[in-house]
């Protein structure tokens, strides 16, 4: 198992940037694909990005590519995602995931087997 602990959420003006990270213990990180998703009031959880096992693949929901980066560190057990430019719009609680396929990365929220308890990210316009 391994267990996620999301951080770095926060109340932003629109263009800003913030920079979430999600710290991993337990099993070992790099053997885990990661996502991001995000939450609005009275909407569905939706995908936002998605890393390999290894970081090389990446994956991003239209609505933020260009804008969100997703990285990790393996030997500091972290995912990031950098979000810049930030909109009213991206106002949700952020979620890290984890997956124990080896396979890419995916934006199936069903295919993740953990999940972080979330960050709130606001942004005001």
């Known amino acids: 198992q391994v267990q996620l602990v999301e951080s770095g959420g926060g109340l932003v003006q629109a263009g800003d940037s913030l920079r979430l990270s999600c710290a991993a213990s337990?099993?070992?990180?790099?053997?885990?694909?990661m996502g991001w998703f995000r939450q609005a009031p009275g909407k569905e959880r939706e995908f936002v990005a998605a890393?390999?096992?290894?970081?090389?693949?990446?994956d991003y929901a239209d609505s933020v590519k260009g804008r969100f980066t997703i990285s990790r560190d393996n030997a500091k057990n972290t995912v990031y995602l950098q979000m810049n430019s930030l909109k009213p719009e991206d106002t949700a609680v952020y979620y890290c995931?984890?997956?124990?396929?080896?396979?890419?990365?995916?934006?199936?929220?069903?295919?993740?087997?953990?999940w972080g308890q979330g960050t709130q990210v606001t942004v005001s316009s």
């Open positions: 890393i390999s096992r290894s970081g090389v693949i990446t």
């Open positions: 337990g099993r070992t990180f790099s053997t885990y694909r």
């Open positions: 995931a984890a997956d124990e396929s080896p396979y890419g990365s995916s934006r199936y929220l069903r295919q993740y087997d953990y």
